[in-house]
């Protein structure tokens, strides 16, 4: 077996994604490998990266993507793609392979200058094979005939059992003249017929030949598919920044054998090297791999949580600077047409629709920013739209929108688009929803305004700030501004860092409306909201909150005979 490269030791490793799973769909993960990869520049490897897409409402959404791997041209990826499968859909699947250059995964540009290959082809076809293998197609249409790519198919059971492992290494083989070993641990689900499946690789541990790595999470259907008998194989190389990893030893296990390290033991494999076991008279080892902790885990989800009685609050906040164009003119962004309503009110409509379901009283805090605000007519960042600051509820999102048709004729549109206010506004009674521990209300915060904020730095604060917090933050560019500087709230280039520190998790996502003109009218509203659900379950995750237990019913009922 081939090793391919890992990202750097400051990357984080790969596993399987975490995400909710839809009631009523079969879940299968799907794993990725590539062979003999092109080169794009001659005695030059690509650091191949997969982006998978689904064709939904007649447009390709990002469904993920993989780790960028190093220096390989038949890369095995870690990262496992997991998906509801429905049998009754059409669901059209794009694998497109990228030479990320040096990048990491998340900063990877998806420009065609640098994809290696794609396929198409319908999660059906996969899951009825199990295991589909194809060439890839270039950018101009022709067959790559030496490159190929699978993907295997694999159903999840419904369990949400994790397990936690931490390893580390005792005095591994040093494979390096002028420095130690830089190791790192790949393993391997070792299935009923031979094939092997790679579960989790570790980051890079630098010139260290008792290296500890990071502990780590992973499914029980990923690591055994639930059975706690079933091999697994566990291979420990020195990395190369060629890619040619050096092979230190291996050792094969169960689960059933890791299990001894939850009572608090370690269990100690001997690294075996079989070339040199063969060759060598007086050979024992190669070192020792040690698990100094296996804890199981009950992961919960976002249905889970909802459940449980969790709220979700939505509060919206709306730009009304001088960019939006007087109200009164139909060039406005802001002007109220009886015939179709403005991109504002497609927005509020759109998301706001789905949100009020998840809130029990329906009641929505409306607030606008940028504008002067009777009766002095001073400018406000975090004024309440029906004017009332002591109860800025709106009933409903039908209420949202007319408090906001009625706001419109009454103030003037000024300036500058500063949103740190607003997110400061909404964080504060987060914060104390923070301070009881229990997960009872988690907050959405939508801003929609028509340029790039004006306050930057202070608004990097604040959602540095609100990461701690159950709150998440949907930002939806209106118009044609250049929204490009939006990235650095929304986290492109990496957790976002400012004076106050850096973003305990990524809580922003940002959208411009332009790019959903013309899809189908609740497109926009299944984009913007699908972070949310991960989001809420990564911070009560974090902070060890647990889903309210779900109450019997108080009365029974019964079918009419």
């Known amino acids: 077996m081939q090793a391919v490269t890992p990202s750097s030791g400051d990357a984080m490793s790969e596993g399987v994604d975490s995400q909710p799973v839809a009631l009523g769909a079969c879940r299968v993960e799907l794993r990725v490998s590539c062979w003999s990869l092109l080169e794009r520049e001659e005695g030059v490897k690509p650091d191949p990266c997969v982006v998978l897409q689904l064709f939904s409402e007649d447009q390709w959404n990002e469904v993920g993507r993989s780790e960028a791997l190093r220096g390989s041209r038949n890369p095995v990826f870690a990262r496992v793609f997991s998906l509801d499968y429905f049998f009754e859909e059409m669901q059209t699947l794009r ?53 190929t790519i699978t993907i295997e198919a694999e159903e999840v059971s419904r369990t949400n059992e994790f397990v936690q492992l931490e390893f580390h290494g005792q005095e591994l083989d040093d494979k390096d003249f002028f420095s130690k070993s830089d190791p790192f641990l790949e393993i391997y689900k070792v299935n009923s017929n031979e094939t092997e499946q790679l579960v989790w690789r570790t980051e890079v541990v630098k010139n260290n030949l008792s290296p500890r790595w990071r502990p780590f999470r992973v499914s029980l259907q990923s690591l055994c598919s639930c059975d706690s008998d079933k091999p697994i194989r566990c291979i420990i190389y020195d990395h190369d920044s060629s890619g040619k990893h050096d092979y230190i030893g291996e050792f094969s296990t169960t689960f059933q054998e890791m299990l001894q390290a939850a009572s608090g033991e370690e269990v100690k494999w001997e690294c075996i090297n079989h070339k040199y076991q063969e060759k060598k008279k007086h050979y024992k080892n190669s070192g ?83 504008a002067r605000i009777p009766p002095d007519f001073e400018v406000s960042h975090d004024f309440a739209i029906n004017f009332d600051p002591e109860n800025p509820e709106c009933e409903r999102i039908a209420g949202v929108i007319e408090a906001y048709k009625r706001c419109l004729p009454q103030i003037q549109l000024y300036g500058p688009t500063n949103v740190a ?141």
């Open 288 to 370: 020792y791999i040690v698990l100094s902790q296996c804890k199981m885990e009950k992961v919960h989800t976002f249905l889970d949580y909802i459940m449980g009685g969790l709220q979700i609050s939505f509060t919206v906040a709306i730009d009304f600077t001088a960019s939006n164009g007087d109200p009164r003119s139909e060039h406005s962004l802001h002007f109220i047409n009886p015939k179709e309503p403005n991109e504002y009110l497609k927005t509020l409509s759109s998301v706001g629709e789905i949100c009020q379901d998840y809130d029990s009283d329906k009641r929505f805090p409306a607030f606008g920013f940028g």
């Open 95 to 147: 694998f497109d392979v990228y030479d990320a250059d040096g990048d990491d995964a998340e900063s990877l540009q998806c420009d065609a200058s640098v994809v290696l290959g794609s396929i198409e082809c319908t999660l059906g076809q996969i899951v009825s094979q199990t295991k589909v293998t194809k060439h890839l197609v270039l950018t101009n249409g022709e067959i790559a005939e030496k490159s």
């Open 421 to 561: 206010p607003i997110i400061n506004k909404v964080a504060a009674p987060a914060a104390e929803e923070e301070e009881t521990g229990l997960p009872t209300k988690y907050r959405v915060l939508l801003i929609l305004t028509d340029g790039v904020v004006s306050d930057m730095p202070e608004a990097c604060d604040a959602v540095v700030r609100a990461s701690h917090l159950p709150l998440s933050i949907i930002i939806v560019g209106i118009g044609n501004a250049d929204f490009s500087d939006m990235r650095e709230l929304n986290g492109d280039r990496g957790m976002l860092e400012s004076e106050e520190g850096r973003a305990i998790r990524d809580i922003v996502q940002f959208i411009p409306l332009r790019e959903f003109k013309k899809a189908p009218a609740n497109a926009l509203a299944k984009y913007v909201l699908a972070e949310v659900p991960k989001q809420v379950v990564e911070y009560y995750g974090s902070k060890g909150i647990a889903p309210t237990p779900q109450k019997p019913s108080s009365s029974s009922s019964s079918l009419p005979q």
